[in-house]
Every structure is written in structure tokens, then in C-alpha cells.
């Protein structure tokens, strides 16, 4: 099974939103509402942002929302500030044999 | 509030192996809510699931990986750890330790382990 499918970077504006888009397959994003998305700052370990698709953790902000059609999911940053330049990766949980898929990551430059 | 905190020798020669060790604080590995998770990441990629293992001892492994890679829980001194056999230059990377909820989300990990192959 291969990665899941990001753009590499992707860049906006203080106060625009963004999407970062996520494409696995049938066998992972699309057959399961599993799909998570991680933070994550130079240096830094990751930090769970959203889960099974559109959930957030405790204590992150309702600028961070997801969404999911077919075997693509998406997050959406809204309001952008500048704490929110990071690398963003998404995660699916997949049949078969390879349980979990990371896809590349995305680099967000706020401008 | 649990924590995780990774250790283990931040060198390791060639065709030895990896051992990375993660601690479990302000709750227990026992839990039947979790698995334990490794993850890794590679200088400057992004990451790449390793495996995870719940307490009772059940394994799962990244096929790619799962010829060379050990995970066990102590449930007595409240850790999980790593071994990853034969490395080479490609398993140069950050490690990180996981707590993998059932539902196959990542919702705690600790501050990650550098580790660098070389003789």
C-alpha cells in the first residue's frame, strides 16, 4: 500500500483559509471514516489535530475543520494566523496488512 | 495528564540493532482504551508507521519493516519498547513513541529520539 497523497506545500494569507487535500484509495480513506490530521512545528513532535475526519481534540481551535468525499479528505484552515506555519500530515487507518498510512506531509507558509 | 517520554542510544552502527525504550507516566500501559505505537521520520520526510502493540502482547507491523522489528509492553515497570534489527543508513531518523487510540488516531506522543547510523 502507498502513502497517502498530499501537495507539498501549500501557502496563504493572515485571515485567509486554506485546504490541504489528503487522496488514499479504496482501501483506506475512502472505506473508512479514519482519517486523522497532525501539526506539526520545526523541531516538534506531532500534535493530533483532527480525528475520524472532522472531530477535534480538546483544546484545538475551531479554525481546523475536515471533511471527507470519496478517497479524498481535506482540512480546511481558516482565519490563518501565523502560529499556524507548519508541516500538516493526514493518516488513515487501511485494510490489509499495512494498518496505518501517513500521507507526505504538507508545508504551510503563511505569507 | 499521561506522558511519554522516549529513550534509547542515539547511535547505532551499522547491521547492529536499534533499541528504543518509551516510558509511560501519569497512567499505565495497561489500559484497554490504547495501543503503543512507534513512528518514525526520516531527516526532512515525513512519517512512516513502524507498528503497534496493545498490552495482552498482540503485534502489528509495517509489512516493510516486520523481518527486522520487535515490540514488547513491561507492563511492570509501565513502558514499551523497540528493536529494530540489522539497520542500516535508511533507518537514520526521528523515533517516536505513540499512544494509538482503538480508533487508529495518535493522540499522545512523546518528544521523539534522534537516531543516526554510523560505524
Known amino acids: 500500500q502507498s502513502a497517502l497523497t498530499q501537495p507539498a506545500s501549500v501557502s496563504g494569507s493572515p485571515g485567509q483559509s486554506i485546504t490541504i487535500s489528503c487522496t488514499g484509495t479504496?482501501?483506506?480513506?475512502?472505506?473508512?471514516?479514519?482519517v486523522s490530521w497532525y501539526q506539526q512545528h520545526p523541531g516538534k513532535a506531532p500534535r493530533l489535530i483532527l480525528y475520524?475526519?472532522?472531530k477535534r481534540p480538546s483544546g484545538v481551535s475551531n479554525r481546523f475543520s475536515g471533511s471527507k468525499s470519496g478517497n479524498t479528505a481535506s482540512l480546511t484552515i481558516s482565519r490563518l494566523q501565523a502560529e499556524d506555519e507548519a508541516d500538516y500530515t493526514c493518516c488513515s487507518y487501511a485494510s490489509g496488512d499495512t494498518l496505518v498510512l501517513f500521507g507526505g506531509g504538507t508545508k504551510l507558509t503563511v505569507l | 495528564q499521561m506522558q511519554l517520554e522516549g529513550s534509547g542510544p542515539g547511535l547505532v552502527r551499522p547491521s547492529e540493532t536499534l533499541s528504543l525504550t518509551c516510558s509511560v507516566s501519569?497512567?499505565?500501559?495497561?489500559?484497554?482504551?490504547?495501543?503503543w505505537a512507534w513512528v518514525r521520520q526520516p531527516p526532512g520526510k515525513g512519517l512512516e508507521w513502524i507498528g503497534n502493540m496493545y498490552y495482552r502482547g498482540n503485534t502489528y507491523y509495517n509489512p516493510s519493516l516486520k523481518s527486522r522489528v520487535t515490540m514488547s509492553v513491561d507492563t511492570s515497570n509501565n513502558q514499551f519498547s523497540l528493536k529494530l534489527s540489522s539497520v542500516t543508513g535508511a533507518d537514520i531518523g526521528i523515533y517516536y513513541c505513540a499512544r494509538l487510540v482503538i480508533g487508529y488516531w495518535f493522540d499522545l506522543w512523546g518528544q521523539g529520539t534522534l537516531v543516526t547510523v554510523s560505524s
Open positions: 475520524e475526519v472532522s
Open positions: 479504496s482501501s483506506d480513506v475512502g472505506s473508512y471514516d479514519l
Open positions: 501519569s497512567g499505565s500501559v495497561s489500559s484497554s482504551s490504547y495501543y
